[in-house]
């Protein structure tokens, strides 16, 4: 008998989608087991001998899982695929890991630096849940006008649409006339959050770039370009 995990789980090993977006195709109704709709979340099923299928494609085991880091340029898309024909970071990864691989969260089109890719559902999760509380550090170069009452803000906590920043850390590198270089880590991921958090205190940003995700540092990763992860990296956050 093989291995019985639930199906959430499932989609995930199969490099389909992350646990989180499994459960929503659940609920969607996309997923089907042995031809069957599967409408309960809890289901479980049984590794080679279940057959799953999403809108109608029946689902293979992962042979080997990729797990990539890219320094995405500005002017690409986080997605496997854009609406508007824009460039993908996809495009810039070569032909034989393009395949069924997708961003760990995401980046906006304007912002660059450090972007993970993978396969592995589970590795998606650790990565991106909320609980893991996971640390992002970027250097953000922002207009004139950031106060030390503003940088206080951003170190307790502001208040962006309907919530509140966890607190974050927040460094001053470099500052002249029109612009400051500031470095900032926080640990949620919500959409163009960094961008809001200085919005809220008055000031503009006007070059994003990620440089870590926890331990793991962008380096001296050529624009564009992109490397495998070491093992200990994918460990490091596969555990944190
Ligand atoms: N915060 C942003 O504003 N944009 C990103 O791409 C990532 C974090």
């Known amino acids: 008998m093989g291995e019985i995990v639930r199906l959430q789980k499932y989609i995930a090993m199969c490099g389909k989608a992350s646990r989180r977006k499994a459960e929503e195709l659940i609920a969607d109704g996309r997923v089907t087991v042995n031809g069957e709709k599967a409408v309960e979340q809890g289901i479980k099923v049984e590794i080679g001998a279940d057959r799953i299928a999403v809108d109608g494609e029946e689902l293979e085991m992962i042979s080997k899982k990729y797990y990539i880091m890219l320094n995405k340029p500005v002017g690409y898309v986080s997605t496997v695929s854009d609406q508007f024909d824009r460039p993908t970071v996809i495009d810039l990864l070569s032909e ?64 962006i649409d309907d919530y509140k920043t966890s607190p974050a850390e927040v460094e001053i590198l470099d500052a002249d006339n029109t612009a400051t270089l500031v470095k900032i880590t926080i640990h949620e991921g919500r959409n163009r959050q960094v961008r809001k958090m200085f919005e809220a205190v008055g000031v503009k940003v006007k070059g994003l770039r990620r440089i870590s995700i926890g331990t793991v540092e962008l380096g001296n990763l050529p624009l564009g370009r992109w490397r495998y992860l070491t093992t200990h990296e994918v460990n490091y956050l596969m555990n944190n």
């Open 96 to 159: 034989e890991i393009r395949t069924r691989i997708f961003p760990v969260g995401r980046l906006d089109y304007e912002t660059e630096g450090l972007l993970l890719l993978t396969n592995d559902g589970d590795f998606t999760y650790r990565v991106t849940h909320p609980k893991f509380e996971m640390s992002k550090t970027y250097l953000a170069t922002v207009g004139s006008g950031l106060t030390v009452s503003g940088i206080n803000a951003l170190r307790r906590g502001v208040k």
